[in-house]
C-alpha cells in the first residue's frame, strides 16, 4: 500500500519493516521489526495511526521482557485465577480507575512491586485474604480519619 507523504507531500510513501530503537521510562529497547512508512522522494519515516499503536505495545512488550515481567496475557490468568474482577485487584493494590485495564492491555507497564505481588498471590492465592485483611484496615482508618475531621 501506498500513500501520499504527509512531509513533502509529492512523493508516495510505501510500507517498510526494518528495526526501530526506542525508548520507555528510561529503558532503551531495540525491535528487530516495525512497520512503518518511508517516503522515497524526501526520505521521511511515518506511522499511520495503526502503526502506532502496534509499535506502542510492542515496545511496553520489549520492555517487560527485558525486566523480567509478566506480559499482559500472565496478569489477565492470575487474575482470572483468583476470581477477581479489574476493580477488585485496582481496590486491592490501592491503585487508580483503569490501571490494571491499561496492564492488561499492554498501554502500560505495570511496576516491579505490583508484578511482585501478582507472581506471589499466582503462587499462593491463599494470599489473596490478606490482601482483604489490608485493604479492609485501609478503609477502617479512612472512615476514623473521616469521622475525626467532620
Given at each position: 500500500m501506498k500513500?501520499?507523504?504527509p512531509?513533502?507531500?509529492?512523493?508516495?510513501?510505501k510500507?517498510?519493516?526494518?528495526?526501530y530503537?526506542a525508548k520507555?521510562n528510561g529503558?532503551?529497547v531495540?525491535?528487530?521489526?516495525?512497520e512503518?512508512?518511508?517516503?522515497d522522494?524526501c526520505?521521511?519515516e511515518?506511522?499511520?495511526p495503526?502503526?502506532?499503536?502496534?509499535?506502542?505495545?510492542?515496545?511496553?512488550?520489549?520492555?517487560r521482557r527485558?525486566?523480567?515481567l509478566?506480559p499482559p496475557?500472565?496478569i489477565v490468568?492470575i487474575?482470572e485465577?483468583l476470581?477477581?474482577?479489574?476493580?477488585d485487584?485496582?481496590?486491592l493494590?490501592?491503585?487508580?480507575?483503569k490501571v490494571?485495564?491499561?496492564?492488561?492491555s499492554?498501554?502500560v507497564?505495570?511496576?516491579?512491586t505490583?508484578?511482585?505481588i501478582?507472581?506471589m498471590?499466582?503462587?499462593?492465592?491463599?494470599?489473596?485474604?490478606t490482601?482483604?485483611e489490608i485493604?479492609?484496615l485501609?478503609?477502617?482508618?479512612?472512615?476514623?480519619?473521616?469521622?475525626?475531621?467532620?
Amino acid at each position: 500500500m501506498k500513500v501520499t507523504c504527509p512531509v513533502c507531500g509529492t512523493g508516495k510513501a510505501k510500507v517498510v519493516k526494518q528495526p526501530y530503537q526506542a525508548k520507555y521510562n528510561g529503558e532503551i529497547v531495540v525491535l528487530p521489526s516495525v512497520e512503518m512508512f518511508h517516503c522515497d522522494s524526501c526520505g521521511e519515516e511515518f506511522f499511520a495511526p495503526g502503526q502506532a499503536k502496534a509499535l506502542s505495545i510492542a515496545v511496553k512488550n520489549e520492555v517487560r521482557r527485558k525486566l523480567g515481567l509478566l506480559p499482559p496475557e500472565k496478569i489477565v490468568a492470575i487474575r482470572e485465577k483468583l476470581d477477581l474482577t479489574q476493580s477488585d485487584l485496582e481496590r486491592l493494590l490501592d491503585l487508580g480507575q483503569k490501571v490494571v485495564t491499561r496492564w492488561e492491555s499492554g498501554r502500560v507497564v505495570q511496576p516491579s512491586t505490583a508484578d511482585t505481588i501478582l507472581r506471589m498471590l499466582d503462587r499462593d492465592p491463599k494470599g489473596l485474604s490478606t490482601l482483604k485483611e489490608i485493604e479492609k484496615l485501609r478503609e477502617q482508618a479512612q472512615r476514623k480519619s473521616d469521622f475525626v475531621h467532620a
